[in-house]
């Protein structure tokens, strides 16, 4: 085993258990800092260009295919001012539609639904069949020179991958598995596909700053120690040496293995704890001294092989002991944190964690964040249906959404730096914001795509 990882050779893994294979291939990004000028998190013009050149034109996850799994089930997604109706329109298929009547442009849905036989503008009463088709035009002989593919409901692109439906405004757009590239192989092939996984959790808040800025909080662990000081990191900075891979138009955290051929980086950027106990308690969340412990630890490695035991029993019972014990270390105690461009973060390996950024609104200020958590679900046995968008009101915090557990604090802790970084970019003297070689890399891809995408110059 990589004792570099901290994972002690005494753990529950079976003997036979190689590395991944998709942890193998490394894909490592050019070096070097990347400044950028602050213009883009919040001035009008980079959102109304972003509406044009990405949110038009990019694919992005709109919903899980099970949140409409009967004919006529529809659910409404907006992003920016866009708005697309994403219906089931037959059995197996699934179209997306502009959330607007040909006739006079009412917005048709503004809420999802399930079961109908149509889609009808409450303004005049234009009604659409399912597959977008007409069935009904008040007046047909009042619009004379129009026929009915003028009046269709405009369709968009779809795709599914591993569950999670895809839509993409622009008719000219590359297929959706030429988009994701490699990122199914990575999945699938390592045994973790999405689209046998329940949504257990979904919940939404409006934060008060760009889209970009609230993304960029969640792609990096550098700021946990700071941020969460109640998690106290293990005493061997070792077991935070890690690399970044990038694949097209996603990209992904991977534990540095002994066999990488690209070269490690010190994993020095927190502070930790050499009380094996402390970070054994942490990690299940016992804060309170006073607490009695759950188990008494002595050792990192024992911390490391309890923690794992608990982690394989739990999958053996939940999801098989044939699947758990197929499972390396690394895939118990750690996870992938993969993001695909523009806004969509399916963690990897057995995290249930998926977060989805996008504008709230023409206002670059603002924007939706969500964090759903999915997992693992036994074959054979019938999923629950997927949770309902809890969606935080005004005033409300991650602290109010209890289905997140102890995640809920950590949200909180995380959400408090999202409005002071708006304005303090606002005010920033310099003009730009920098970010480092290797912590910040997956921030640097994220705007080196979106530069791409924008058609604008290195940190324009």
């Known amino acids: 085993m990589d004792k570099d990882l901290g994972i002690s050779p005494e753990t529950s893994e079976p003997k036979e258990v190689p590395w991944p294979p998709h942890l193998r291939i490394e894909s490592p990004y050019k070096g070097g800092v990347k400044r950028v000028k602050t213009d883009r998190f919040y001035k009008k013009e980079y959102h109304d260009l972003e509406v044009e050149r990405i949110w038009k034109k990019c694919w992005q996850m709109a919903c899980r295919a099970e949140e409409i799994p009967n004919v006529g089930d529809y659910i409404v997604y907006d992003v920016a001012h866009l708005s697309f109706i994403v219906m089931r329109a037959a059995e197996n298929e699934i179209k997306a539609y502009w959330n607007s009547c040909p006739h006079r442009g009412r917005k048709l849905k503004t809420f999802d639904g399930q079961g109908v036989s149509e889609i009808r503008c409450m303004f005049h009463g234009f009604a659409f069949n399912v597959d977008g088709s007409v069935k009904e035009i008040p007046c047909r002989w009042d619009f004379r020179g129009a026929d009915n593919s003028e009046l269709t409901l405009r369709q968009v692109k779809t795709g599914i991958w591993g569950g999670w439906v895809f839509i993409n405004p622009d008719p000219d757009c590359e297929p959706l598995a030429d988009f994701l590239g490699t990122l199914p192989d990575h999945y699938e092939n390592a045994g973790h596909d999405h689209s046998k996984r329940w949504k257990q959790v979904h919940v939404a808040v409006v934060l008060e700053c760009n889209w970009k800025v609230a993304q960029e909080a969640f792609m990096e662990g550098w700021h946990v120690t700071t941020t969460h000081p109640q998690w106290a990191l293990t005493g061997d900075p070792q077991r935070l040496v890690n690399r970044w891979d990038v694949f ?40 309170n001294p006073d607490e009695p412990p759950i188990q008494t630890i002595h050792s990192f490695e024992e911390a490391g092989k309890v923690q794992n035991d608990m982690l394989r029993d739990h999958y053996r019972q939940a999801v098989g002991a044939d699947w758990a014990d197929a499972l390396h270390t690394y895939e118990l105690s750690c996870a992938d944190i993969t993001n695909v461009f523009p806004n969509f ?14 504008p709230y609104g023409d206002d670059p200020d603002r924007c939706i964040m969500e964090v759903m ?18 969606w ?33 970019i606002k005010t920033n003297a310099n003009g730009y914001v920098i970010y480092s070689e ?18 604008l110059e290195d940190g324009e």
Do not use: C
């Open 248 to 287: 097209g138009n996603w990209w992904r955290w991977a534990p540095a293995l002994p066999t990488d051929k690209t070269p490690r980086k010190p994993g020095d950027w927190g502070s930790f704890t050499d009380d094996p106990q402390l970070a054994f308690d942490t990690y299940f969340d016992r804060i």
């Open 345 to 358: 973060a399916p963690w990897g390996t057995l995290s249930r964690i998926v977060y989805r950024y996008r």
């Open 373 to 390: 958590l999915v997992t693992e679900w036994p074959q054979g046995v019938e999923r629950p249906p997927p949770a309902k968008i809890h």
């Open 392 to 424: 935080l009101k005004p005033g409300e915090t991650t602290a109010d959404s209890p289905e997140l557990a102890q995640l809920a604090r950590v949200f909180l802790q995380d959400v408090s730096n999202m409005h002071a970084l708006q304005l303090g």
């Open 438 to 455: 290797h912590n910040e890399t997956p921030i640097r891809v994220l705007h080196d795509l979106y530069e791409k995408w924008m058609g």
